[in-house]
């Protein structure tokens, strides 16, 4: 098994991938909640390239991060557009989706 340093993924984005229970899912969506914003800016690329279903947990993470702190939106947001410009047409999606405004 390769070393943490070696592998290219988090830990989250490993925990995202392996999350098929509903106890597993809500701890997955709880870790997002609680990641702290400079580690959640590292795994971004990562988390928006988990497979629908479990995107679909990222996305309401996120969101619901964005909305509720301006700190965490102001960070979020450049990455976003960075992922934006050079994402593959899937995260480029996921990102324009997320950085559409609340209505």
């Given at each position: 098994m ?9 830990t989250?984005?490993?925990?995202g991938k ?13 870790e997002l909640e609680?990641r ?6 590292d ?13 679909a ?12 702190s301006?700190?965490d ?5 450049p ?11 899937a995260v480029?999606k996921r990102?324009?989706d ?6």
């Amino acid at each position: 098994m390769a070393d943490d340093e070696d592998d290219p993924e988090s830990t989250i984005v490993r925990h995202g991938k392996a999350a098929f229970s509903f106890t597993e899912m809500g701890k997955f969506v709880r870790e997002l909640e609680a990641r702290p914003l400079d580690r959640l800016l590292d795994d971004l690329p990562g988390l928006l390239e988990l497979p629908e279903a479990k995107y679909a947990l990222v996305s309401l993470a996120i969101g619901k991060r964005m909305r509720k702190s301006q700190e965490d939106r102001t960070a979020l947001e450049p990455q976003l557009r960075a992922l934006l410009r050079v994402g593959p047409p899937a995260v480029k999606k996921r990102c324009e989706d997320l950085l559409k405004p609340v209505a």
